[in-house]
């Protein structure tokens, strides 16, 4: 099998689970959209914003503490202790969150909705929050053991679950916002029983080993810190956003970012498939070439799929939301952008794992992240909502560039610089072909013709660039691993 193929197939495996849930959760925008106004909306990214950091805390880093335990103590028994004790931190932490939500319940919904009326979805929330995080602990059991069928039917059974307890008690029962956060917590609790009725022979109360614990979130602690700026530079935007702007501002911008992160599962596949690849030929003397042209690939494939969200954001957001959400068209396209480039040193992070390196990663994203808090604040108030996302967008920037740098100096890779700068050149002069030629088409009626035009030229614009050293590199990538 080539390493083109294999690349591929590997990218269909291993994003499965991952695509699954956000493909339930795309498919679920229209049908909110469709039902609440941007403010609502704004209210359900505040309580999702708040549960994606309420998990950074209960899981504090523990699947990858999980991970090399597994490995480093294989006996059966003792894998049972790794997880069955991860299983108890995260129930026993995540009790404590939510008994902490519970109690706050009416000053969380004045400082962030300012309506104490909505209190009830913390409740919710409280709910939701002791079990979404139990199917996470199942799902990476599986994917040690190399069972992605597994895994892959336990997230189903959570975001299913999800999709149709939400849809029915919003579109057919009409609870309005309380019905999505309850739909959220059925599905939690749908794959949580799942879990341990599955691997109830691996989760175990007396398999509990508490002394294993402290070692473990040592281990995991730094991690803590890195998801934490990961968040603030996606999550922790729509704070900003909704104190800074409006509640209703904080829902188009969730809408876009919701939207855009589709794009981030492209670059994820790539990622979780290319990462063994690359580390299978790590010592070859291609590596160095196979490493450039494939960052290379991906950074302008990337920025295709990102002209082509910003092409099709107005005609994307009539079709999948409602014309209430048109005005997130320039966040998604932004967004878009951003959430291309935020994925390119996940690639570029092989050239530190070979070297066994994680702190220039790690100091890169702090840069990025505290840049993004600075700047949201001075755009936020001038720019609105686009502003914030322009602020989040220069922090990605920043982290791309230290990444590249950093990578570079701890194992030089062959990026062809005027080749990817050719690249961006084209697609600049295609970007001002869309904006030049936007009013001349919307006279005409609808610009969907104008941007397929666009888009599919320069697809094969940028396929007739790569083509060759795609096939050069790939195959002397090919040779060297069969020898």
Request: hydrophobic fraction near 55%; aromatic fraction near 10%; charged fraction near 10%.
């Amino acid at each position: 099998m080539s390493i083109f193929r294999r690349l591929l197939s590997d990218a269909v495996v291993y994003s499965l689970t991952p695509l699954l849930s956000s493909l339930v959760g795309f498919l679920l925008v229209p049908v909110y959209t469709r039902t609440f106004s941007p403010t609502d909306y704004g209210a359900l990214a505040l309580v999702n914003t708040t549960t994606t950091l309420a998990t950074i805390f209960v899981v504090f880093g523990l699947d990858n503490s999980s991970a090399i335990w597994f490995w480093e103590h294989p006996e059966k028994h003792e894998r049972s202790k790794t997880f069955s004790s991860w299983l108890a931190f995260t129930t026993v932490t995540s009790v404590a969150v939510a008994a902490l939500a519970l109690v706050l319940r009416a000053p969380l919904s004045r400082w962030l909705f300012d309506d104490v009326r909505l209190s009830g979805l913390w409740v919710l929330f409280a709910v939701n929050l002791v079990a979404v995080n139990i199917p996470r602990i199942g799902i990476l059991w599986y994917r040690m053991e190399r069972k992605p069928w597994p895994a892959v039917g336990l997230g189903a059974v959570t975001s299913v679950g999800t999709a149709a307890f939400g849809v029915l008690f919003v579109v057919y029962l009409h609870v309005g916002l309380s019905g999505v956060i309850a739909g959220q917590a059925i599905g939690s609790w749908l794959g949580t029983i799942a879990a341990l009725i599955a691997l109830r022979r691996v989760f175990s109360v007396r398999a509990v080993d508490p002394p294993r614990l402290p070692p473990m979130l040592r281990v995991s602690a730094p991690l803590v810190l890195m998801t934490n700026l990961n968040w603030v530079m996606s999550g922790a935007v729509a704070y900003f956003v909704n104190f800074l702007c409006s509640r209703e501002d904080a829902g188009l911008y969730q809408v876009a970012n919701s939207l855009s992160s589709v794009l981030g599962l492209v670059i994820f596949a790539f990622d979780q498939a290319w990462a063994p690849i690359a580390l299978s030929i790590r010592e070859v003397p291609v590596a160095r070439r196979v490493y450039g042209v494939t960052v290379e690939a991906a950074l302008v494939l990337g920025l295709l799929l990102a002209f082509a969200a910003t092409v099709f954001a107005t005609p994307a957001l009539l079709v999948i939301t409602h014309p209430e959400y048109v005005p997130a068209r320039w966040v998604l396209a932004i967004l878009a952008l951003n959430t291309v480039l935020i994925n390119v040193p996940s690639i570029l992070s092989v050239t530190f794992a070979r070297e066994k390196v994680t702190m220039p990663l790690a100091k890169a994203t702090a840069v990025g992240a505290v840049v993004t808090v600075a700047l949201v604040p001075l755009l936020a108030s001038r720019m609105g909502k686009e502003g914030a996302a322009l602020a989040v967008l220069v922090g990605t920037l920043i982290i791309l560039v230290l990444t590249f740098r950093a990578s570079q100096s701890v194992f030089p890779i062959d990026v062809h610089l005027g080749r990817v700068g050719g690249a961006s050149a084209l697609i600049a002069i295609w970007v001002a072909l869309f904006a030049g030629g936007r009013r001349f088409a919307e006279s005409l009626g609808p610009m969907i013709g104008l941007g397929t035009l666009l888009v599919l030229t320069l697809a094969a614009a940028i396929a007739l660039l790569y083509r060759r050293p795609l096939r050069e590199a790939w195959a002397e990538g090919r040779a060297a691993r069969e020898t």
